[in-house]
């Protein structure tokens, strides 16, 4: 066996060896959610998003990214305004179903099995089931590429009473949400620590005069 074949083989197993790809979407995982919108004739559709992210605190802001060929696009286009759902890993089967099925061919709401509730400031649906609503308006419209991203401010959040603890804390850990990565859907798992946990000062112990 060559020299150099041996050579790259044993290479390729050195801990951290990289392979360059060429570019691609590939930062993950990322946040899988339904995006609920209506045009002004009423008629409401659930769109699927992975491409989406928080962009700015105060105002508190996010963006969606969307393909001008899907039915939701015009929706929002219309209207400015669309609800962001964060499904917990029990609507995971449902969001994946929003995500193939359009919304030209039947109400996504029904074959889903899942439940419009109002919004209390936009005039878009949010989903019930989901243990987590956000309410956002559009801001800015970017033409990207293959894609369009809708810069929206959030205007209301809405929790479900179940995820407060007696104290008022949003317990989101009791969620069961769900992350998406390179086309995989999967739960989160292991708490690994909270913001901050690297430079926090551990309490010693008081020591008493002896």
């Known amino acids: 066996?060559?020299?150099?074949?041996?050579?790259?083989?044993?290479?390729?197993?050195?801990?951290?060896?990289?392979?360059?790809?060429?570019?691609?979407?590939?930062?993950?995982?990322?946040?899988?959610?339904?995006?609920?919108?209506?045009?002004?004739?009423?008629?409401?559709?659930?769109?699927?998003?992975?491409?989406?992210?928080?962009?700015?605190?105060?105002?508190?802001?996010?963006?969606?990214?969307?393909?001008?060929?899907?039915?939701?696009?015009?929706?929002?286009?219309?209207?400015?305004?669309?609800?962001?759902?964060?499904?917990?890993?029990?609507?995971?089967?449902?969001?994946?179903?929003?995500?193939?099925?359009?919304?030209?061919?039947?109400?996504?709401?029904?074959?889903?099995?899942?439940?419009?509730?109002?919004?209390?400031?936009?005039?878009a649906p949010l989903i019930r089931e989901c243990p987590v609503n956000l309410e956002c308006r559009v801001t800015q419209t970017l033409a990207l590429g293959s894609h369009t991203l809708f810069l929206a401010e959030i205007v209301a959040t809405q929790v479900s009473k179940s995820l407060l603890t007696a104290s008022g804390r949003l317990a989101l850990e009791k969620a069961g949400l769900a992350a998406f990565a390179h086309g995989h859907y999967y739960a989160l798992g292991k708490h690994l620590g909270h913001f901050g946990f690297s430079v926090r000062k551990k309490k010693g112990r008081s020591r008493g005069r002896s």
């Open 1 to 123: 066996m060559p020299d150099d074949f041996e050579r790259g083989q044993s290479e390729s197993r050195e801990p951290g060896a990289k392979e360059v790809w060429k570019p691609g979407t590939m930062l993950c995982p990322l946040p899988v959610v339904m995006v609920t919108c209506a045009g002004r004739d009423g008629r409401a559709n659930i769109l699927t998003v992975a491409w989406t992210g928080i962009v700015c605190t105060d105002p508190p802001m996010l963006s969606i990214s969307v393909r001008p060929e899907r039915y939701s696009y015009d929706l929002i286009q219309e209207t400015g305004e669309f609800g962001v759902n964060i499904p917990s890993v029990r609507e995971i089967r449902a969001t994946d179903l929003c995500g193939v099925i359009s919304g030209r061919d039947g109400d996504k709401f029904e074959r889903a099995g899942l439940t419009p509730a109002p919004a209390s400031i936009v005039s």
